[in-house]
T-cell receptor
Framework: DGGITQSPKYLFRKEGQNVTLSCEQN?????MYWYRQDPGQGLRLIYY???????QKGDIAEGYSVSREKKESFPLTVTSAQKNPTAFYLC?????????????FGDGTRLSIL | AQSVTQPDIHITVSEGASLELRCNYS??????LFWYVQSPGQGLQLLLK??????LVQGIKGFEAEFKRSQSSFNLRKPSVHWSDAAEYFC????????????FGGGTRLMVKP
């Protein structure tokens, strides 16, 4: 079955450490997204990529970095510059053709600080 | 820029009762509208979408939503709620002038009483 796989499901970060969250999709979608979810705040867009080797900052990109070297993969690195990284992180993808298309979501990674 | 408001943070209904979750959006042109559902610790699943045409749209799991342009609303309804419907529900709007970006509301948490 096609879908989006996020790993790991739970991740712990020490102070001063960078951690990378994995997102892989086999839906042949062009566009991929990273969201951060905090209780009571809905989803906030961190980064998005409409095509391989290109990505743009979302609303809360500070302290995060991404890469898009392959169509299937869009890893998110939470750097030590992100002072409050504890949250639930969701990766999504969409077909990406012109116009609005539904986004399909992975099951998320919960990041906590040790 | 578009925005979405879900006025009810929490709603509790009895099993078998009807349900209506409110969603109001702000956007100058015809929006693309979505409802998603999220079970605890999971990603978001698309319930239904409105792009154009019939303003009453049917979705999965017995849900429907009605687009009312005059009220800038896209409320989600279900005639008879089941205990398994307990989850968090998110309304989202996409704008044609914003690529494939979606803006999400803050969510409504639904609890179902036996």
């Amino acid at each position: 079955d096609g879908g989006i796989t996020q790993s790991p499901k739970y991740l712990f970060r020490k102070e001063g450490q960078n951690v990378t969250l994995s997102c892989e999709q086999n839906l042949n979608h062009d566009a991929m997204y990273w969201y951060r979810q905090d209780p009571g705040q809905g989803l906030r867009l961190i980064y998005y990529s409409q095509i391989v080797n290109d990505f743009q900052k979302g609303d809360i990109a500070e302290g995060y970095s991404v890469s898009r070297e392959k169509k299937e993969s869009f890893p998110l690195t939470v750097t030590s510059a992100q002072k409050n990284p504890t949250a639930f992180y969701l990766c999504a993808s969409s077909i990406g053709r012109q116009g609005i298309q539904p986004q399909h979501f992975g099951d998320g990674t919960r990041l906590s600080i040790l | 820029a578009q925005s979405v408001t879900q006025p009810d943070i929490h709603i509790t209904v009895s099993e078998g009762a009807s349900l209506e979750l409110r969603c109001n959006y702000s956007y100058g042109a015809t929006p693309y509208l979505f409802w998603y559902v999220q079970s605890p610790g999971q990603g978001l699943q698309l319930l239904l979408k409105y792009f154009s045409g019939d303003t009453l749209v049917q979705g999965i799991k017995g849900f429907e939503a009605e687009f009312k342009r005059s009220q800038s609303s896209f409320n989600l309804r279900k005639p008879s709620v089941h205990w398994s419907d307990a989850a968090e529900y998110f309304c989202a709007v996409g704008a044609g002038n914003a690529g494939n970006m979606l803006t999400f509301g803050g969510g409504t948490r639904l609890m179902v009483k036996p």
